[in-house]
């Protein structure tokens, strides 16, 4: 048995340590700091082989390795004791949207989330580090494999609602996630009992049905999913994205909680009008230098500048507006990147118009693409025997 002093003195030391994360975690903009125990997480760790083994996750290769280090912080740091889990709010107002101008969610129009956050953990983790005089802290948020959601529902920090977010109370869903995964000992907190309830608002506003209303999420239906695809979108799901062109919002905008949260602090506002609400027929042009200015900075950068193309394109062939034809026209013409020809020619057969159908004969004869010429022929069918396609 450990002398009384002893107990005594790593009991301060446990609450010393999670006094001076909290206190700077919340001096940099931190909602919500509390701890789970680094444990292995069971029930979270049969959630995601579920889900792997549907098949919801597809488009992102994720296995079973993964599973089991996703939900065991020792594979972050081997003699882990302690899951520190931060919620940084993010929500900021509406922005104001002309027509033919793009969606784009709430998250990715500011300053990278990534790098925010990261800075803070770092310094956080440094502080920890000073304080215990060793390294003591590994530090996530977004990328490292640890199911952030899980580990910050069995801290309390909030519970996973039906969208598959987790809500925090008086905070909502638009909170990033973060972790300091630690060897030190702190006081666990406890998870809250909550639920959504017989709430489904989110599952009724989702236009792709990617809910299924369990708390499980079929990813590869999700808006946020299919404009992050650096294939081509299923031609299916094209028309149910709307004018989004990065991420999507619906199924937070419509959750009571988050509805009711206030707003964060204004570092999270687009970083300029145009990242908030891209003109569409402008982002269709998109190329590398205004990329790398703009949309590189953000959250919407890692996937290049072909993807907000293609996503233009689908976003216009959804606005179904004739004035957008000659630009289409132009990109099934010229654009280098065949899955960006071959979203123009199924946003020109959507408008339908007698240029965009002229377009789309044209450039059937001139593509040497076996898949955009496929594009070209789909989006052509539905106005019968009009044309003959060589
Ligand atoms: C891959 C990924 C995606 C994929 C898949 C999303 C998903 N729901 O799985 C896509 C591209 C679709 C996506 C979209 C978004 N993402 Co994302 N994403 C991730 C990532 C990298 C991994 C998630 C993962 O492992 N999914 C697999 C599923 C099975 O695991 P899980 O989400 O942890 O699942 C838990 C719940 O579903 C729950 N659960 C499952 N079944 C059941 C059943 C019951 C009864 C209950 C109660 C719970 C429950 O338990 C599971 C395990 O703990 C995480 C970062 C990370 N490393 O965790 C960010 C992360 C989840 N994403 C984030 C964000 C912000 C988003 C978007 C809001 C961005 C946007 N606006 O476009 C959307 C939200 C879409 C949505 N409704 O989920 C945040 C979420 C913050 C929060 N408040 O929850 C994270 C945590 C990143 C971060 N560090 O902040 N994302």
Excluded at 17 to 43: N, Q, S, T, W, Y
Excluded at 148 to 170: D, M, S, Y
Excluded at 174 to 199: A, H, N, Q, Y
Excluded at 234 to 255: F, N, Y
Aim: charged share 25%; aromatic share 6%; with cysteine.
């Amino acid at each position: 048995m450990k002398p009384f002093h002893l107990v005594e003195n790593i009991r301060s030391l446990r609450s010393d340590h999670k006094a001076l994360v909290i206190a700077a975690a919340f001096e940099r903009g931190a909602a919500a700091v509390r701890v789970a125990p680094a444990v292995p997480d069971m029930r979270s760790r049969e959630r995601l082989s579920a889900s792997f083994a549907r098949g919801d996750l597809e488009t992102w290769s994720y296995d079973e390795r993964y599973a089991q280090s996703a939900t065991d912080p020792r594979a972050l740091l081997p003699d882990a004791r302690s899951v520190i889990c931060i919620a940084v709010p993010y929500a900021s107002p509406p922005v104001a949207r002309e027509r033919l101008q793009g969606r784009v969610s709430n998250y990715a129009w500011s300053e990278d989330y990534h790098r925010r956050m990261r800075t803070m953990l770092a310094e956080l983790a440094a502080i920890l580090n000073e304080a215990a005089g060793a390294d003591v802290c590994a530090i996530a948020c977004d990328t490292k494999a640890i199911a952030e959601r899980a580990f910050a529902e069995r801290a309390g920090v909030g519970w996973v609602g039906k969208h598959t977010n987790l809500i925090a109370p008086k905070l909502g869903s638009f909170v990033f996630l973060g972790e300091i995964v630690t060897s030190l000992e702190l006081e666990p907190d406890e998870p809250l009992r909550k639920s959504c309830g017989t709430c489904t608002r989110c599952i009724d506003a989702c236009p792709t049905r990617a809910l299924r209303g369990d708390y499980t999420i079929d990813a590869r239906r999700c808006i946020a999913d299919l404009t992050q695809r650096t294939d081509p979108i299923p031609r299916e799901m094209r028309p149910l994205i709307g004018e989004w062109i990065w991420g999507c919002d619906l199924c937070q905008d419509v959750c009571p909680p988050t509805a009711r949260a206030s707003h964060a602090h204004e570092s999270f506002r687009p970083l300029d009008a145009q990242t908030g609400a891209p003109p569409l027929v402008h982002l269709l042009s998109l190329r590398s230098g205004e990329f790398k200015r703009r949309y590189a900075r953000t959250a919407m950068g890692w996937r290049g500048a072909a993807v907000l193309r293609r996503n233009a394109a689908i976003a216009l062939g959804n606005a179904l507006d004739r004035s957008a034809a000659p630009a289409l026209a132009v990109a099934l013409e010229n654009d280098p990147h065949p899955m960006v020809r071959g979203a123009a020619a199924w946003a020109l057969g959507r408008i339908g118009s007698p240029q965009a159908l002229a377009a789309l004969e044209a450039a059937h004869t001139a593509e040497a693409d076996e898949g955009v010429r496929e594009e070209i022929t789909a989006a052509l069918e539905p106005y019968g025997p009009r044309v003959a396609l060589g």
